[in-house]
């Protein structure tokens, strides 16, 4: 089974709103990180947030870790319709050399 | 973009049928990684490379297998097709262990 696990599976939410979003995932880690994917495209890196960090910030996005319940959140402030896109939390998984991703959030912002 | 291409970028397939996707980087990352997307799975990892002929299995490798023969490639073969491998396949660099993943374009493949 996967790593990380996200919720909810989809969020739509009207533009200028938060949204957020969730991962949780079962082993240690050393570090955490959150992706995006337009549709049709490649993931792309949006932020890294190592076990021993509890939140992090980059430009409208906030991420927190919770190394005690295993868990991750994702703020996206102030949404834009061009944020519509799936976001996948993915993790070392322990320190294994390799990395594994969730199922992913498809987040929708209507104007 | 990072230098990372796949190839081909779509290909039709009959079942039983051996077929060889590539990914070839030009960033001299060690790490390299082979996932599929499936609706409702995400991205499942199949096989990574750690270095030159370092490789291992992900949760998803059976009926698949790997090569490294070079820093630069990183081959992924379905011995015989099955219709069940019908995916968006998508390799993905990295230079340290659980760093940031930079992605490739992807290559959709359907087995008829």
């Known amino acids: 089974s996967q790593q990380g696990e996200e919720d909810p599976q989809a969020l739509s939410i009207q533009e200028g709103e938060n949204a957020t979003m969730n991962c949780s995932y079962k082993t240690s880690i050393n570090n955490l990180q959150w992706y995006r994917q337009n549709s049709g495209r490649g993931l792309v890196h949006l932020i890294l947030i190592r076990s021993n960090e509890r939140e992090k910030h980059s430009g409208r996005l906030r991420v927190t870790l919770d190394t005690s319940k295993k868990s991750s959140s994702l703020l996206i402030t102030a949404s834009r319709a061009a944020d519509t896109a799936s976001y996948f939390c993915?993790?070392?998984?322990?320190?294994?050399?390799?990395?594994?991703f969730g199922q992913g959030t498809r987040l929708t912002i209507n104007p | 973009d990072a230098g990372i291409t796949q190839s081909p970028r779509h290909k039709v397939t009959e079942t039983g049928t051996p077929v060889t996707l590539r990914c070839h980087q030009t960033?001299?990352?060690?790490?390299m990684y082979w996932y599929r997307q499936d609706p409702g799975h995400g991205l499942r990892l199949i096989h990574y490379s750690y270095g030159v002929k370092d490789t291992d299995k992900g949760e998803v490798s059976d009926g698949y297998s790997v090569s490294r023969s070079k820093t630069e490639d990183f081959l992924l073969t379905l011995e015989s097709a099955t219709s069940s491998q019908t995916s968006v396949y998508f390799c993905a660099i990295s230079d340290e262990q659980g760093t940031e993943a930079f992605f490739g374009q992807g290559t959709r493949l359907t087995v008829v």
């Open positions: 993915a993790t070392d998984a322990g320190g294994a050399q390799k990395l594994v």
């Open positions: 960033e001299n990352h060690r790490y």
